[in-house]
Every structure is written in C-alpha cells, then in structure tokens.
C-alpha cells in the first residue's frame, strides 16, 4: 500500500484531525470538479471545507501538496488489488480466474471516474504530479510483470516490464475513454476492455518465445 498522507506537513494524528483533511481534500475534489484548477484556491478550499485558512497550511504546505494527496488517493485502490492478485497468483489461482478477476476487479474501479475526468489533464501540466504519474506507470509496469511471471519462467525480465508496460497502457486507455464516454456507450466500452485485456494475457501465456517484443521507451 501507498501512504496517501506523504505530503502532508503534519499527520493527523486524532480523529479530529483527519476529519479537518478529509474536509479540505473532499472540498478541493468538489471544486475541481465544479469550477476547475483555476478556481482552486487555499482561501476558497477552506471556506468549502468550513475551516481557516490556518487549518489549511499547517497540513498542507501549499496547493500542489493537496493536488499530490488527491492523487495518491486516486491510485490508492489500484494497489489494493495488485497487492492481492499478486498474491493470489503466488498461491495457486489458475491462470484464467487471475485473468478473469484481474479484468473484474478493475471494471469495479471504472465507477470512480472522478480522477480521470479532472485529474488527468492536470498530470500534464503540473511537474510534481507528472513525477508521481510517472512512478505509478513504473510501479504498475513492474507488478503486472510480477503477476505474468507466476504463471511462465524462462522470460527475460526487460521483456516481461516490456509487456507489463504495454498491458498497462491498454488499462490506461480504456480507463479514460470510459470516464469521458457517453453513458449510452460505456457498456461497449467495458465488452472491449475485457476482450482486450484478456485477449493480451493469453497471448502471453501461449506465447512460444519472448523474442521480438517491442521494446517501450
């Protein structure tokens, strides 16, 4: 699991305490999604959120402290599942009901579409969040590797992140396109999503030779 409180100045240690940071980042997710990053400011999360401006810095140096808390909260459940499946997988669940619950457990996820509709385009915008999109795409990369690993020996390790990689960046994908799709569309969306994904995994496990995967930058 990830500590979602890392950027944090002070650790909310009582009760009290991380219901005033539980106000000031649900105020901000509010705000975000109602009048965008533009409108984000200390002074108007502490008027949403019912406390001082005070309150406000001595947890949080300054926005993009609370910004970075968001999306350590965003990714939060993702690691939850990799830190099971892969567990599972080290335990003995048969290949298809890894796949088959992999592809399960992330459509669950699909219904909390607040980060991808007004997180995503701050991640390109903003250093400090572009470094932790960047660790998350490694970290996932690397545990999607595990995961594969449990089921076939003899890969180079370079090609199995390689494919890791690329099976992210197809979770990715469609992540997004189902949070800004049409509601009409989204169950089109989730039949592809789990061809796709489950297509990939098999390709990987009846795959005679790692040799000739693309290599991603």
Request: glycine content about 4%.
């Amino acid at each position: 699991m990830i500590d979602c409180f890392v950027f944090l100045k002070k650790q909310p240690a009582q009760q009290r305490s991380l219901d005033s940071v539980n106000r000031i980042l649900d105020s901000s997710r509010q705000i975000l999604a109602v009048a965008g990053y533009e409108a984000l400011s200390t002074n108007r999360i502490a008027q949403e959120a019912g406390v001082n401006v005070a309150s406000v810095y001595q947890y949080f140096p300054d926005k993009e402290a609370i910004l970075c808390t968001l999306y350590l909260h965003w990714v939060a459940p993702v690691y939850a599942i990799y830190d099971d499946m892969l567990a599972q997988a080290r335990q003995g669940l048969p290949f298809v009901a890894m796949a088959r619950q992999l592809e399960s457990r992330q459509s669950q996820l699909y219904e909390n579409t607040w980060g991808y509709q007004h997180m995503a385009h701050l991640v390109e915008m903003l250093p400090a969040l572009r470094q932790l999109e960047n660790e998350h795409v490694q970290r996932s990369a690397t545990y999607l590797a595990d995961l594969l690993s449990a089921y076939r020996e003899g890969w180079p390790r370079a090609q199995l992140l390689t494919y890791g990689a690329m099976l992210y960046r197809v979770i990715g994908t469609f992540n997004t396109a189902y949070a800004t799709a049409k509601p009409s569309e989204k169950a089109l969306i989730l039949r592809i999503y789990r061809r796709t994904l489950i297509g990939m995994l098999r390709i990987y496990l009846n795959a005679r030779t790692p040799k000739g995967l693309p290599q991603l930058a």
